[in-house]
């Protein structure tokens, strides 16, 4: 598996529940085998900082994913050592036991010193560095910290598997019984269903259809007493008449630096340049939902990510270029203040990384309700 995500490019997620349902393991050892890969995948900077301290030579492949797996058993999985290092080598190619058996038993015994913060953290420097300019230094290293920790699987009460944070972005929504909610980037379907079970009719869209199915699936493993119309649409050109909507919701695409506990891979896999290119779609995506709310509706802004450029760069464009918009007060505990909106960091409750900013179109003749 680690091989698979490492060279082949595959999601952690996806290679993991494949060969879980194939295993026939017992509930234990699956819980075991999900922490190795989803750890050694997130921890994988200081892992290899760990083994290249006794490597005389570059090694790759296998064996370079054997080592990281030993490594993470024996510093951050509580594996005895004997155990760690005997059960590595076994499932290491033959020719080079020997080298990954001298190798770990020196990471066993030797004192661990970091170079820095990002190796300490296992992620790439930028990650830290853009998270240092949005948080400052402690608030960020204290996020990342909490987003190495594995991450706690919450249920709502229908069922529906989805982190609190998510849970709090659809409350905030404020969806109620009759209404009309658009959701603008809809799949899997979560805040989707949980408006719905509000009674509200919601139409939850996608751009892809395939994301649509899924939520088309969801929607009906749910239910609940409103009403969901999945359907196959751009929310940067929305066929929807102006003003259509009493709610709309959109949870844009984002770099998903808010999300790494529950994404492992996804650290070594965004870029840096991805920033500027999702916040100029998440201006388009806020930019043409605002015309879908009706006057005396509400606007919902939300990413699961704590870059300074995808939260408040777009608040301050929508400021701008909208003034028509007039922001809402933001919910409370555990969030915090971020300029026009909150902030709920990953440290506060255990939960993703996520931001949002609520919004209303005023009513003819009245200046807004900034309480909602």
Not at 114 to 130: C, G, I, K, M, N
Not at 227 to 242: E, L, M, S
Not at 269 to 275: D, K, L, P, Y
Request: with cysteine.
């Amino acid at each position: 598996m680690l091989q698979r995500i490492d060279e082949g490019g595959a999601y952690a997620n996806l290679v993991l529940s494949g060969a879980l349902d194939r295993s026939g393991l017992r509930a234990a050892d699956r819980r075991f085998v999900t922490d190795l890969v989803y750890g050694t995948t997130r921890m994988r900077r200081a892992c290899d900082h760990l083994v290249d301290r006794f490597l005389a030579r570059p090694v790759d492949g296998r064996v370079r994913n054997a080592l990281r797996l030993g490594a993470y058993q024996l510093a951050f999985a509580g594996v005895p050592a004997h155990a760690a290092v005997g059960e590595t080598v076994e499932v290491t190619p033959r020719p080079a036991r020997g080298l990954v058996n001298a190798v770990l038993r020196r990471v066993a015994g030797a004192p661990v010193a970091w170079p820095d913060d990002a190796t300490r953290l296992s992620v790439p420097d930028w990650v830290l560095d853009e998270l240092t300019g949005a948080l400052g230094p402690e608030r960020a290293r204290d996020a990342l910290a909490a987003m190495n920790e594995p991450a706690r699987v919450s249920e709502r009460e229908d069922g529906y598997v989805q982190d609190p944070a998510s849970q709090q972005v659809a409350a905030a929504v404020g969806a109620r019984a009759g209404e009309r909610v658009l959701d603008v980037c809809a799949a899997p379907g979560g805040k989707a269903t949980a408006m719905a079970g509000a009674g509200a009719w919601v139409a939850a869209a996608d751009v892809r259809p395939g994301r649509v199915e899924l939520v088309r699936d969801n929607a009906r493993l749910v239910g609940g007493p409103g009403a969901i119309a999945a359907v196959t649409a751009d929310g940067t050109a929305p066929p929807w008449r102006p003003a259509r909507f009493d709610r709309v919701l959109v949870d844009a695409p984002c770099t998903g630096l808010g999300t790494l506990r529950r994404r492992p891979d996804l650290r070594w896999r965004v870029e840096e340049s991805a920033i500027e290119r999702l916040a100029a779609l998440q201006r388009r995506l806020v930019g043409a939902a605002a015309d879908l709310v009706r006057p005396g509706g509400t606007l919902v802004y939300s990413v699961c990510t704590l870059t300074v450029a995808e939260t408040l760069g777009v608040d301050e464009w929508l400021a701008a270029g909208r003034p028509d918009l007039r922001p809402l007060a933001p919910p409370g505990e555990p969030w915090e203040p971020w300029g026009r909106g909150a902030i709920l960091l990953p440290q506060t409750a255990g939960t993703d990384g996520m931001c949002l900013f609520r919004y209303t179109r005023p009513a003819a003749g009245t200046g807004g309700d900034e309480t909602d």
